[in-house]
């Protein structure tokens, strides 16, 4: 199942990736049709791409979308879907909120009363499981209108559990966050003669979020105690408000898991969840990775061919312009993989995807700098001197003004490109600026 913003994250899309996005998204619904697709609730970034694309693209590969509040000119959309899985029957639903003309040409309707009225049609289920996409709030307004939902997946607020969480009476939240890294496992022990669902993993979340705040209560205890030996009172006050609502949080966890503990000794449908790291550690699949192949294939092609492409310098001089003063710098910096970037890019054919070559160029990440592949000079190839100490157009046509870039490199320059999700978590300024820093031993 899949709660949306599959096909791109956010409402608005730029021209210039209209093209490529259309591929992916074509890419994506097919690689769903061949692993197979239970449910799918489109969120507001499903329609970037055009409404009539995604709603052929949703059809033509049987995403099976549900949204019983959404309505896109003459399509209403089914509310509802049951399937039989693993001996269970499981009833689907899907609702969404966009809010106010997110879309073009879509209507939505109160997505609580529209999840009510849904719960309500599936009738004779061991299962119900809502698709949502939506704030918190409305997730909250949907569980509490619709209380026989067992699991909810919001797929807007990109969220990740590490476990199943407990909302409402019975209600449990589960997600595998945002962009494509992680997989989300429920597993599903269900017991003769037992009604609802338990958590098996329940007592370890709530253990986990209980160590958590209590971090956070000592935290603001020792600020409390420097405002009061410094005399702020204004800090003293802050610090004292928010350890009251860390120890009010805190006692409500204590209630949670206690109640958790209780029931872990009775028979009961049993449900746990499991976030999958979709690295590098996992073979592709052959059937997908066929495709993701076709895919690029296109990509290169549609990129090649632009027409309106001419090569961007902004306010760059590239880093040959650099070596002509820096040449111990520029020395050093081709023995790191920082020189060979784009080469990488293109070894997985991947230098001609808009997703992935600005953090392989120099400048592209500059609002004046090349935003497509195409537009890339050759001066700007590699993640060279200026993609770490700034543009240096002015300074290399008069060296003796002295405004040049800033030496030292700051770890919110690095970050931009290495932030814990591209890199798959293998990013650390204190291990890595070592390798590339200038006149190491």
Not at 74 to 80: L, P, Q, V, W
Request: hydrophobic residues 35%; proline residues 4%.
């Amino acid at each position: 199942m899949d709660a949306g913003n599959l096909f791109y994250k956010s409402a608005r899309i730029s021209p210039t990736l209209l093209d490529q996005q259309r591929i992916k998204a074509g890419l994506q619904a097919e690689a769903y049709q061949l692993t197979g697709l239970d449910g799918f609730t489109p969120g507001v970034g499903d329609f970037a791409i055009g409404v009539d694309e995604a709603i052929a693209l949703m059809d033509q590969h049987d995403l099976h979308p549900l949204a019983a509040n959404l309505t896109c000119g003459d399509r209403r959309f089914e509310g509802t879907r049951t399937v039989e899985r693993g001996g269970l029957t499981v009833g689907i639903l899907g609702v969404v909120d966009y809010g106010d003309d997110a879309v073009k040409g879509c209507t939505t309707s109160d997505p609580a009363e529209a999840a009510r009225e849904a719960s309500a049609a599936l009738v004779g289920v061991d299962l119900v499981v809502a698709l949502v996409s939506g704030s918190e709030a409305v997730q909250k307004a949907v569980i509490e209108a619709a209380p026989s939902i067992d699991v909810l997946i919001n797929g807007a607020t990109r969220r990740t559990y590490k476990a199943a969480l407990k909302a409402g009476e019975s209600t449990w939240v589960v997600g595998s966050g945002s962009r494509g890294k992680y997989l989300g496992v429920l597993r599903l022990e269900p017991a003769p003669g037992a009604s609802g669902w338990e958590s098996s993993d329940a007592t370890a979340e709530l253990t986990r979020r209980l160590d958590r705040y209590q971090g956070r209560l000592d935290g603001a205890q020792k600020k409390l105690e420097q405002a009061e030996a410094d005399g702020d009172e204004g800090a003293r006050k802050r610090s004292e408000r928010l350890a009251e609502s860390y120890i009010k949080k805190i006692a409500e966890l204590e209630a949670e898991l206690a109640a958790a503990q209780a029931v872990g000794g009775q028979t009961a449908n049993r449900l746990s969840h499991e976030v999958v790291d979709l690295d590098r550690t996992l073979e592709d699949h052959p059937g997908t990775q066929a495709l993701v192949e076709a895919a690029q294939a296109r990509i290169t092609e549609v990129e090649a061919g632009a027409k309106t492409a001419k090569p961007v310098m902004g306010p760059y001089a590239g880093s040959a312009a650099c070596s002509t003063c820096h040449a111990a710098e520029a020395a050093q910096w081709k023995t790191t993989a920082h020189a060979r970037a784009l080469t990488s890019l293109e070894a997985d054919e991947r230098h001609m995807d808009q997703s992935c070559f600005s953090c392989h160029v120099t400048g592209a990440l500059h609002e004046d700098g090349p935003k497509r592949p195409a537009e890339v000079p050759e001066a700007l190839h590699d993640v060279g001197c200026e993609s770490c100490h700034g543009p240096a157009g002015e300074h290399a046509k008069n060296p003796a003004k002295g405004d040049e870039p800033a030496a030292a490199v700051a770890e919110a320059t690095c970050v931009q490109c290495h932030d814990g999700v591209q890199d798959e978590g293998r990013f650390s300024f204190e291990d890595y600026y070592p390798r590339i820093v200038h006149g190491r031993q």
